[in-house]
């Protein structure tokens, strides 16, 4: 770590920036039974240390607002969020949307960084602009579809059935199409302009119902 970043605590949490006290003590007494240093399998006096740090710090308002102002003067620029121009929030058309955002996002990172293929719920969260509390029923249903797949530490990967569907539904899912077409929407644009040569081309999108294929 260099001199200019700072740990972030909502990314070690799982957690958004916007999450409730309630929220942050929740997730920091499970978290602490996990790791601390005498839970057999699971401790780990590392993490136990850092979760110590952000808590304390989280869970003190006026420091959580310094730590805030820090992290944001440090973090790169961030994109407009996907929420800004796709609609998640209609009850049908709203859930498919977030499927086929979350496969985007994650088929862009296993393209590009095929060593390191993993993308964690905060960061899923932060490039959809979207509470995860919606995203527990997509990412399940993609589970269960067996498209996506969740590590140990809950970071989510794509899975070779996942991929399979992307490459040969675009042509066929004017959104996914559009979510593929304009990578710099779903990932930064170092990782987009260092994308493999053969990266399928845009296809001529068809009107066909979301539904049928998510």
Aim: hydrophobic letters at 35%; aromatic letters at 10%.
């Amino acid at each position: 770590m260099t001199e200019t970043e700072i740990p972030d605590y909502y990314e070690f949490l799982e957690i958004s920036p916007q999450a409730s006290q309630d929220t942050i003590h929740r997730v920091y007494r499970y978290l602490a039974s996990r790791y601390h240093p005498d839970s057999l399998g699971t401790g780990d006096l590392g993490k136990f240390t850092q979760l110590s740090a952000a808590y304390r710090v989280l869970s003190d308002p006026a420091r959580r607002a310094e730590y805030n102002a820090e992290r944001a003067a440090h973090q790169p620029a961030i994109q407009d969020p996907l929420s800004s121009t796709i609609d998640f929030m209609d009850q049908v058309e709203g859930d498919q949307n977030r499927r086929l955002a979350v496969l985007a996002i994650l088929y862009y990172r296993r393209r590009a960084n095929p060593n390191d293929p993993e993308v964690s719920l905060v960061e899923i969260e932060r490039r959809m602009g979207f509470p995860r509390d919606y995203l527990d029923f997509t990412t399940w249903y993609l589970m269960k579809k067996k498209y996506i797949t969740r590590a140990d530490d809950w970071d989510f990967t794509l899975t070779v059935d996942g991929v399979d569907f992307i490459e040969t539904q675009r042509a066929t899912v004017p959104l996914l199409d559009r979510l593929l077409t304009n990578g710099s929407q779903t990932d930064d644009k170092e990782a987009h302009r260092h994308l493999p040569a053969w990266l399928p081309a845009p296809h001529s999108p068809s009107d066909m119902d979301l539904a049928a294929v998510v």
